[in-house]
C-alpha cells in the first residue's frame, strides 16, 4: 500500500523542548517537503529536499532542522528556538523537484502542540 | 514573489447544488493543483492542472495559464464535499504557493 505516513498523529510538547516529527514515503519520490499549516490559513513551506543528502531552507525554516540521509525519509525537528511552534505539520513528496513531475502529494499531518 | 488568491474564502450550499471556486495568481505557473482539506486535516489531491480541462467524476477544472487564473467546478455536492478547498501554484521549479483556501460546507 503506498503513500505518506506521518507520526505521530498528536504530538504534546513542553516549551524548551525539541520534538522531531517523523515523514515516510515508500512512492520512491525523490523530492519531499515540510510545511506547516496555522488555523485558518494556507501552507507554507519550513524546509524542501530535492534528493538524499540534500535540502534546502524554505520560506519560514527558523527554529527548525531537518536530515534526508535515505530516500524515504525526511524527519523534521521543532526546536525550542521556534517561537510559535503550535500547528499543524504536513510532509508531502514528489516524483522530482521539478514543475512537470505531476504534483506533490501529502501526508495525514501531525498536530503539535505546545503546552 | 507570486501571490494567490481564492474566492469565495466561504460558501455553504444545499445538498445537490453546484458551485464555482475561483483561484487567481499574479504570474505566470508551471504547476497548479487544486486541494481538499478534509475536516480530519488530510489534504487530497484533485487535479493537477497547469493548463487546460480536466475531469473526475462530479468535479472538474479548468486553468486558463494566458489569463491567470483556474476554476473548480463542484456538481451535485454532496455533504462529503465540505471542508476547505485550496489553489496551489509554483513558478519555480517545485515551491508551492498556496492560496487562503474556500471553506466549503454542504448542507443536507
Known amino acids: 500500500d503506498g503513500g505518506i505516513t506521518q507520526s505521530p498523529k498528536y504530538l504534546f510538547r513542553k516549551e524548551g523542548q525539541n520534538v522531531t516529527l517523523s515523514c515516510e514515503q515508500n512512492?520512491?519520490?525523490?523530492?519531499m517537503y515540510w510545511y506547516r499549516q496555522d488555523p485558518g490559513q494556507g501552507l507554507r513551506l519550513i524546509y524542501y529536499s530535492q534528493i538524499v543528502n540534500d535540502f534546502q531552507k524554505g520560506d519560514i525554516a527558523e527554529g527548525y532542522s531537518v536530515s534526508r540521509e535515505k530516500k524515504e525519509s525526511f524527519p523534521l525537528t521543532v526546536t525550542s528556538a521556534q517561537k510559535n511552534p503550535t500547528a499543524f505539520y504536513l510532509c508531502a513528496s514528489s516524483i522530482a523537484w521539478s514543475t512537470t513531475s505531476g504534483g506533490q502529494f501529502f501526508g495525514p499531518g501531525t498536530r503539535l502542540t505546545v503546552l | 514573489g507570486i501571490q494567490v488568491e481564492q474566492s469565495p474564502p466561504d460558501l455553504i450550499l444545499q445538498e445537490g447544488a453546484n458551485s464555482t471556486l475561483r483561484c487567481n495568481f499574479s504570474d505566470s505557473v508551471n504547476n497548479l493543483q487544486w486541494f481538499h482539506q478534509n475536516p480530519w486535516g488530510q489534504l487530497i489531491n484533485l487535479f493537477y492542472?497547469?493548463?487546460g480541462t480536466k475531469q473526475n467524476g462530479r468535479l472538474s477544472a479548468t486553468t486558463v495559464a494566458t489569463e491567470r487564473y483556474s476554476l473548480l467546478y463542484i456538481s451535485s455536492s454532496q455533504t462529503t464535499d465540505s471542508g476547505v478547498y485550496f489553489c496551489?501554484?509554483?513558478?519555480?521549479?517545485?515551491?508551492?504557493?498556496f492560496g487562503q483556501g474556500t471553506e466549503l460546507s454542504v448542507k443536507p
Open positions: 512512492l520512491n519520490h525523490d523530492a
Open positions: 496551489a501554484v509554483d513558478n519555480q521549479g517545485g515551491k508551492l504557493i
Open positions: 492542472i497547469p493548463s
